[in-house]
């Protein structure tokens, strides 16, 4: 029970604050700058990382190794922080909040999904494979480039609970499709290469 309450506290603030950033960027008409939201973005998954382990994502809690159930168990945990997140945002910036930063497939469907699926896979693998002390500040630094190279083109989410979230609560359900099944396939594919590099 105490790593489901570490799950949804931990998300709750990474979507607190990295949804945040795009709402105050939005409102401010754009003076954090794509790359000052990724630098947000990234700060954010080194440092709950390092303060409380958790995954903060269902991609990752995928590739994980945990039993299904307690994945399961994960992903609800994930989901209901980062609804909590959405909703807190909402009440705090009201008619100004937007879209709550959801992501949406500037890009085209086709294209996004493809941009999804590599940046998710190269996040899980620098989670599966870096040393395990290194991990915080890797996945951190995935999420920054990740940001700065696809926000512009799909918000960069890597994340379903990251996308699902602002979606349900603002209503922009467009694409959401995307953003639940491409990170989801990007993270088997990490898995499934670490588990092959690991044979040979």
Same mark, same amino acid.
């Given at each position: 029970m105490r790593r489901l309450?570490?799950?949804a506290a931990a998300t709750f603030g990474l979507m607190f604050l990295g949804t945040g950033a795009c709402v105050v960027n +939005?409102?401010?008409g754009g003076r954090l700058g794509v790359a000052g939201v990724g630098l947000i973005w990234g700060a954010l998954v080194w440092l709950l990382a390092?303060?409380?382990g958790a995954h903060m994502n269902p991609a990752v809690t995928v590739a994980s190794g945990l039993p299904a159930r307690e994945q399961a168990?994960? @992903?609800?945990?994930?989901?209901?922080? @980062?609804?909590?997140a959405s909703l807190a945002l909402l009440l705090i910036f009201r008619g100004r909040a937007g879209d709550l930063g959801a992501t949406t497939?500037?890009?085209?469907? +086709?294209v996004s999904f493809f941009l999804e699926f590599m940046m998710t896979t190269a996040l899980v693998l620098a989670v599966l494979r870096a040393p395990p002390k290194l991990v915080p500040a890797a996945a951190g630094l995935i999420v920054v480039l990740?940001?700065?190279?696809?926000?512009?083109?799909t918000g960069a989410s890597m994340n379903p609970a990251r996308s699902l @979230?602002?979606?349900?609560v603002s209503g922009r359900l467009g694409g959401l499709w995307i953003y639940l099944s491409a990170p989801?396939?990007?993270?088997?594919?990490?898995?499934?290469?670490t588990s092959a590099s690991r044979r040979n």
């Open positions: 309450a570490v799950e +939005a409102v401010s390092t303060l409380s168990r994960y @992903a609800l945990a994930q989901t209901f922080g @980062a609804l909590a497939p500037a890009a085209g469907a +086709a990740a940001s700065i190279f696809g926000g512009p083109l @979230a602002p979606a349900l989801l396939l990007g993270a088997f594919a990490a898995a499934a290469l």
